[in-house]
């Protein structure tokens, strides 16, 4: 299964925020041995926001989307999303008793219009509870489509995710992702002609054409990673797939030139 990440916030279009989110979406993702070919950002506007859904499921199977959850008027993510898989608002009284019995804790009398929105579900969907906040998260699905929608704080999206979206995506695939990571040294330790990306890409040479695994190097501050990625159907399975191209990986390089090897397990 394809997944497409779709943020949404203007306030990371006009570079206020950083769009950490989709860093730990795809991380997570790729650990699930799910495929993400595309990140999107837009800003909080229903038709854009249609437009980018348009574009997503035109190439992918499900989107995940994230922000546009909360109690003010930009907030518009949900219900634009209730029109586009024509499900009906409802209001989920655990979600709403949770926002009352907030307000009364808090001092705040009776729940503003804005919060009590967050209340509104999608009739027909799988509700995803937020026990870090308020908004509550969702899954909906139609004609085949998937559509998780999480809130925008990662301190909320993240929990969120593992413990309901995890087990729901890991039914939808049938492989698992395992990456090592081969740090070299950096340019303080090593010559600076060994250790930078070019001259690690030239040692490598052909192993980079490999499908499975995959290897890559990437240009760090304090030298070159280089990262090696293998799909199977268990953890075992891929490890065994990874372990003779990271040996091949290690000779061309050289010892003397690694700092670490490790599963990346970020």
Known sequence: MIVEIISIGTEILMGNIVNTNAQYLAKRLAHLGLDCHFQTVVGDNPARIKSALDVAYSRA?????????GPTKDDLTKEMLMEY???APVVDAQVLNFLEERAKARGFGKLSDGMKKQAI??????????????APGCVME?????CILLPGPPHEMQPMFEECCELYLNAKTDKVLVSIIIKCLSKIDAPISIVGESPVADRLAEILDGTNPTVATYAKEDGCVVRVTAAGKTHDEALKILNPVVDKCRARIGEQFIKYIKEDAD
């Open 61 to 69: 199977d499900a989107v995940i989307m994230t922000g546009g959850l």
């Open 85 to 87: 898989f024509g499900k």
């Open 121 to 134: 579900v999608p009739a027909d969907s799988l509700i995803l509870y937020n026990h870090h906040g308020t």
């Open 142 to 146: 139609r004609d085949g489509k998937i």
